[in-house]
C-alpha cells in the first residue's frame, strides 16, 4: 500500500472521509494498526485526484511531486525550460518576483501554459471540423483521463485526442522554437506526474512542479522569492487560453468559434465520475464537447493549489479578456499531427466476491437481518451497509470498521 503518488502520513486517525470522497472503490485499504483504524492507498487504483486531501482535516495524506529533484537539477547546472498554468497569478500574489526567482536561479525559458491552452483550442477546432465529431469528451484533465483509462476504457475512443495546454506549449517550444533542454510544468495539479509518465505523451515534460510543494521547500530553504526581481514570460501573447483553469474555460473558448452548439460542462468528484459511467450509454443527441474537470471549482483549486477563496478566483478570472484569439497564425504555423495524442487502456480488475463472502462479511459485522443492513450511517465511509460489507469480503476493509462494532478508536 501507499504505493502511489498520493500516501497516508502517521497522523491517520481511521477518519474514513477519504474513503467516502473517493470516486475509486477500492483505491482505500482500512487496515488495524496498533489496535487504530488506518487508511491506506492502493496506488494501483488511484487516479490521483487529490479529493482525499481536501477532506482530510487531521493532515494525514500528502503527495509526491518533483520539486526537489527539479530545484537539485537547476543548481546540478541542467537546462531546464518551465511551462507554468495560468492559475499561478491566482495562486501565488507576488507571482511575477517568482518567475524572476526561479530565472534568477538557472531556469532557462519560461513560457505560459495559456499559450498551450490557445494551441489546444485550435486543435480541437481542427480536428472537429476535418473529422465532423461530437460528443467529445476533454481531456486537459489527467485525473478524468487516468478515470476513464483505469474504470471506464469503454470511453476511450470518445476522449479528444488532443494534447493537453502544458504538453501543447512543450510541442511548441520543442519543435516551433527549438528550445532545447528538459522542460518543467509548474501547475496545481499532482496527476499532471501521471501524465508525464505516460509513453503517449512522448517524455515531453520532465518534471511536475506543484505551487504547494514549491512554496513550501523555498520556506523551508530561507528563500524569500518575493525579494527577486519581477520577470515576465517569454512565450508570444497568448489569447483566452488564461481562462482554461476556471470550470468551463474550454466550453468558453470553443464557443468564440462555434456558436450554438450544445457543450456541457461538469466538474468535481464523484459527479465527474458517476456522470462517465452513464455517458458510455449516451449515443444520441449528445453534445459537441463534455468539459469536464476533475476538480471543484476547476484547476484554480487543484490539490496543489495555494489556499484561496473561490470568490477571490473568480473575481480574478472574470476579469481577463474574453476575446476571441485569432488562429490564423496557428494554421499557417502549426500541424495538428503534431499535437495529437493517443490513449491506452488500463482497465483495473476489481476484487471479485461471491454473495457467500458477503453473507459472512455481513456476519462478521454483526448484521444478521435486513433490519441491520440498512442502517446506513457512512461511518465506515461507504453510502450503504451493503458497499460496506463487500469491502469486507474484498478484503480492503475490516469489521471493526463498523460503528456497530463500537471498537473504532482514533489517535
Known amino acids: 500500500m501507499n504505493n502511489g503518488k498520493v500516501f497516508t502520513k502517521e497522523g491517520c486517525v481511521g477518519c474514513n472521509l477519504c474513503i467516502q470522497s473517493c470516486p475509486c472503490n477500492e483505491a482505500n485499504i482500512a487496515q488495524i494498526k496498533n489496535g487504530i483504524n488506518k487508511v491506506y492507498v492502493d496506488g494501483t487504483k488511484c487516479i490521483t485526484c487529490g479529493e482525499c486531501l481536501r477532506v482530510c482535516t487531521h493532515d494525514a495524506r500528502d503527495y509526491k511531486d518533483d520539486t526537489s529533484r527539479f530545484l537539485e537539477d537547476i543548481k546540478a547546472g541542467k537546462d531546464i525550460s518551465l511551462i507554468v498554468a495560468p492559475a499561478l497569478r491566482c495562486n501565488v500574489t507576488e507571482w511575477q518576483r517568482l518567475l524572476g526567482y526561479l530565472k534568477s536561479i538557472g531556469v532557462n525559458r519560461v513560457y505560459d501554459a495559456s499559450y498551450g491552452a490557445d494551441i489546444c483550442t485550435w486543435g480541437y477546432l481542427r480536428y472537429i471540423e476535418s473529422k465532423g465529431a461530437e460528443g467529445l469528451i476533454a481531456q486537459p484533465c489527467p485525473s478524468i483521463v487516468n478515470y476513464i483509462e483505469h474504470y471506464v476504457p469503454e470511453l476511450l475512443s470518445r476522449l479528444a485526442p488532443i494534447h493537453s495546454p502544458a ?22 495539479c499532482i496527476a499532471k506526474g501521471d501524465e508525464f ?28 522569492y518575493r525579494k527577486s526581481a519581477p520577470a515576465e514570460y517569454d512565450n508570444p501573447p497568448h489569447g483566452l487560453g488564461a481562462v482554461f483553469p476556471m470550470p468551463g474555460g474550454l466550453k468558453a473558448n470553443i464557443e468564440q468559434h462555434i456558436k450554438g452548439q450544445w457543450i456541457f460542462k461538469i466538474e468535481g468528484q464523484p ?24 476538480c471543484c471549482g476547476g484547476c484554480n483549486s487543484g490539490p496543489g493549489a495555494c489556499p484561496s477563496e473561490e470568490y477571490a478566483i473568480d473575481k480574478f478570472m472574470h476579469k481577463l479578456p474574453k476575446e476571441a484569439t485569432d488562429f490564423s ?14 490513449y491506452t487502456p488500463k482497465k483495473i480488475m476489481e476484487i471479485f466476491v461471491d454473495r457467500h463472502e458477503v453473507e459472512n462479511a ?9 433490519e441491520y443492513r440498512v442502517t446506513d450511517c457512512r461511518a465506515c465511509g461507504y453510502k450503504t451497509c451493503q458497499e460496506m460489507a463487500v469491502a469486507v469480503a474484498k478484503g480492503i476493509n475490516h469489521a471493526e470498521n463498523c460503528v456497530k462494532k463500537g471498537v473504532k478508536s482514533y489517535a
Not at 329 to 342: A, G, I, N, P, S
Open 329 to 342: 497564425m496557428f494554421d499557417k504555423e502549426l500541424k495538428l499531427d503534431d499535437f495529437l495524442r493517443k
Open 167 to 188: 504538453i501543447c506549449a512543450a510541442m511548441y517550444m520543442k519543435k516551433y522554437k527549438n528550445i532545447g533542454g528538459s522542460y518543467a510544468l509548474l501547475s496545481p
Open 362 to 370: 455481513f456476519a462478521a459485522l454483526d448484521k444478521p437481518s435486513h
Open 271 to 294: 459527479r465527474a465520475s458517476s456522470f462517465l459511467h452513464k455517458y458510455v450509454n449516451e449515443r444520441s443527441d449528445s453534445p459537441l464537447l463534455v468539459d469536464i474537470l476533475s
Open 197 to 224: 509518465d505516460d509513453p503517449n505523451t512522448n517524455g515531453l515534460i520532465e518534471y511536475n512542479i506543484t505551487f504547494k510543494k514549491l512554496l513550501e521547500v523555498l520556506e523551508e530553504l530561507n528563500v524569500d
